[in-house]
């Protein structure tokens, strides 16, 4: 559970660095042009949602594994459910691990149309969420210390 709770933690520190270059007003002077800061913030949020996928990953920390009666914990995965396909094809082919050839490049591309503006929020609602769950799993773990 501690090694959830973290990974929960390092997805939350990515989003809250993310929102903090989101609102920047100007490029920053480290960056040599607009259009490599864009391309910095769009490639930030290609390795936040990485880190999302890497909650749900059946061959690691799987969320879904938890055997819980947890009526929130389910309201996640059922969200996590309604954005994982294009998510994990942006994982596979632009994240974390990238495609070898351009192909699977344009396939994690084309993802994010399918994920369109409702799979965004979506997933933006589930930092949230998981940050919420996490503190609750951290107060219950204080309290049986």
């Known amino acids: 559970m501690e090694q959830i709770l973290f990974r929960i933690?390092?997805?939350n520190s990515l989003y809250e660095t993310y929102a903090f270059l989101c609102r920047q007003q100007k490029t920053p002077?480290?960056?040599?042009?607009?259009?490599?800061f864009q391309f910095a913030k769009e490639n930030f949020f290609v390795h936040i949602l990485s880190q999302l996928y890497s909650l749900f990953d059946k061959s690691g920390l799987d969320l879904q594994k938890i055997e819980?009666?947890?009526?929130?914990?389910?309201?996640?995965?059922k969200d996590w459910e309604k954005i994982k396909k294009p998510i994990t094809r942006i994982?596979?082919?632009l994240g974390s691990h990238g495609a070898?050839?351009?192909n699977g490049t344009k396939n994690a591309t084309?993802?994010?149309s399918e994920l369109d503006e409702n799979g965004?929020?979506?997933?933006?609602?589930?930092?949230g969420k998981l940050?919420?769950?996490q503190l609750f799993q951290i107060s219950k773990l204080n309290k049986n210390r």
């Open 91 to 93: 994982r596979h082919n």
């Open 100 to 102: 070898k050839r351009i």
């Open 131 to 133: 940050k919420k769950w």
């Open 110 to 112: 084309s993802a994010f």
């Open 120 to 127: 965004i929020k979506i997933a933006m609602e589930l930092f």
């Open 9 to 11: 933690e390092q997805l």
């Open 29 to 36: 002077k480290e960056f040599k042009s607009n259009e490599s």
């Open 68 to 77: 819980t009666k947890d009526e929130y914990l389910k309201e996640i995965i």
